[in-house]
């Protein structure tokens, strides 16, 4: 049995975007399917991991197509950041900043990749006609390329399945573009018609799943992931009381409950004070990076842009406390990030700071890997903080993990080779 994958985010490509189905082609041929992946030829990733190229199974072939970026417009600008990322909306752009947000969210839609759809399409059909394959799969965002399994599957009466990583119109970000009432309206008429003429849709969480239910009867979750080993108990941890997030923290995600109530407690206890670090692996958004300073919290952070992701596994396992920010956005409830998995291999305290009631703290309550804090709560903060460091001050602050194998990427890889053998029989 053979599928294709049309898929953006590609070795070299680093970040959050290229793990799912990058480890899914990792497994795919032990459940005797033969994954076939379309992607883009020297695209401008935002984020490079040249380690993950490794990870390519030799045996597995990799078409790659030329794409044509916008965003390479803005080098005839002169402008600096030339590599951006939605995750990083400008709260305050220059008025050039303004004209390009615009021009971009009602221009490009569903997105800045619209124009790699006719020419894959071209291409694939030929392609498909004479290397004939039993499913293909669109994973998105870009949500553009899940246009290109719509016409396939419109031409060639394909089997096609539709992976949404993360939302489309209920993504964070979505409210914040500047679109016009047309243009949120052809967003909702195209994603309406990929849920609904997909013969199977994946999702990674149960609130996505209820909210395509409505448009196709056939919606499967499968969560992300985690690939390897788990952390060994005789792993060596930090000294200091360290809470350590991997991840870009744009202003959604700004930690403010927490940074106020670190700088109460260091102000408080002197021992505390000099335990007391934080470790931000990834990007920050400045208004994170002023909210820092306004804390006076700057001596106990260390900042690290970005890390090749064999590198990031060993800070998250080293970590005293592994600290997960979820977006203060209409749709929290929904958001699993990725790098919830990983932390669960790694079996250290989870502190979650987002809703209570949302699909991250369900994971988190059935693995009993750690507890999820609301945005404003601070008194739950405060004495869940002080609780994880007295456990630190006399060496039992450690784990109660369970639960979590069937988060396997091998694992979450034979749920996918069930519902590809379905689809095609």
Known sequence: MKVLIITYYWPPSGGSGVQRWLKFVKYLTQFDIEPVVYTVDEPNYAIEDKTLENEVPKSVKVIKQPIKEPNDILKLFGTKNKKTSAGFLSENPSFFGKIMQYIRANYFIPDARKFWVK????????????????????TGPPHSLHLIGLQLKNKLGLKWIADFRDPWTDIDYFQKLPLTIKSKKK?????????????????????????????????????????????????????????VHVGLVNAD???KVLFEVLSELIAENTSFAKD???????????????NLDQNNLKSHTEIIDYLPHKEVIGFQRKAQILLLLVNDVPSSKGIITGKIFEYLQSERPILAIGPEDGDLADILSETSSGEVIDFNDACKMKRSIEKLYSDYQQNELISGTKNIDKYHRKA??????????????
Do not use: W
């Open 119 to 138: 020419p894959s399409v071209t291409y694939l059909t030929e392609y498909l006609i004479n290397n004939p394959v039993d499913v293909i799969i669109t």
């Open 187 to 243: 967003h909702h008429q195209l994603e309406n018609e990929v849920v609904s003429k997909a013969d199977c849709v994946l999702v990674v969480g149960n609130t996505m799943k209820e909210n395509f239910l409505k448009f196709n009867k056939n919606v499967q979750v499968i969560t992300n992931g985690y690939d390897g080993d788990r952390n060994s108990s005789k792993n060596e941890l930090d000294k200091k009381f360290t809470l």
């Open 253 to 255: 995600r700004n930690p």
């Open 276 to 290: 007391c670090k934080l470790v931000f692996v990834g990007k920050l958004a400045n208004e994170v990076i002023e």
């Open 412 to 425: 979450l890889t034979e749920q996918l080779s069930i519902i590809i053998k379905q689809l095609a029989s």
